[in-house]
């Protein structure tokens, strides 16, 4: 009988994920509804499928949901410290699209931007810095006060840099909820095919 339940629980633990079982590393995304999975179900959200891509590539990683919708880069950073635990390898920092949408003075995302990707570097914690794109309807002076602030961060950190975060789903009908923001779960599969080389790196850079 004891055989029999040993082999018996060995077979359920092959078929979980990676990630329910002791993963080598912890990945947490750091952001705001667009990576939170806003108005969509269990599984279809952007760390669930990016979790989902990367136990098929056979990375041994966790990867945590600390996206809170309407999140701004100050929000983000007041809660940096509980959100981001001890533990934590690695980080995707994802932020800003509130800021834009609502007019927020550029030097003070920048300001909040770097701050986070600051003390997570100084922690180690691997940084993977998310880009976002101003509304044009903003006008030229305010994007390109905001366009350039994720990438002069990650560079002043020597953190990785993906230029924009919503890259290949944005403005297409079809991979977004009617609300023309946000991704649905195709724009979110999109959206993650696009950026797991780049997570790959940074996973890599967290093991080294």
């Not at 690695?90 to 986070?116: F, H, Q």
């Not at 946000?182 to 997570?199: R, S, T």
């Amino acid at each position: 009988m004891n055989r029999f339940i040993a082999c018996l629980t060995i077979i359920i633990l092959s078929f979980l994920p990676m990630a329910a079982q002791s993963a080598d590393l912890k990945l947490v995304v750091l952001g705001d509804s667009l990576s939170a999975g806003y108005q969509l179900s269990a599984g279809e959200g952007f760390t669930d499928q990016l979790q989902k891509a990367l136990d098929a590539k056979g990375q041994s990683v966790e990867v945590v949901n600390a996206g809170v919708s309407g999140d701004t880069s100050s929000g983000g950073l007041s809660r940096l410290d509980w959100s981001v635990g001890p533990d934590t390898s690695a980080v995707i920092v994802e932020l800003g699209a509130n800021d834009a949408l609502r007019g927020i003075s550029p030097e003070l995302t920048r300001k909040n931007i770097d701050e986070i990707v600051r003390r997570l570097t100084k922690r180690g914690v691997a940084v993977l810095v998310a880009g976002m794109l101003a509304p044009r309807n903003l006008g030229p002076e305010y994007a390109e006060a905001f366009d350039p602030i994720y990438s002069d961060v990650a560079k002043a950190h020597d953190a990785l840099f993906y230029p924009f975060f919503l890259e290949g789903a944005a403005l297409n009908p079809d991979l977004n909820l009617s609300d023309g923001m946000h991704p649905n779960a195709k724009g979110v599969e999109v959206i993650v095919e696009n950026i797991l080389p780049k997570v790959e790196e940074l996973l890599a850079k967290a093991r080294s």
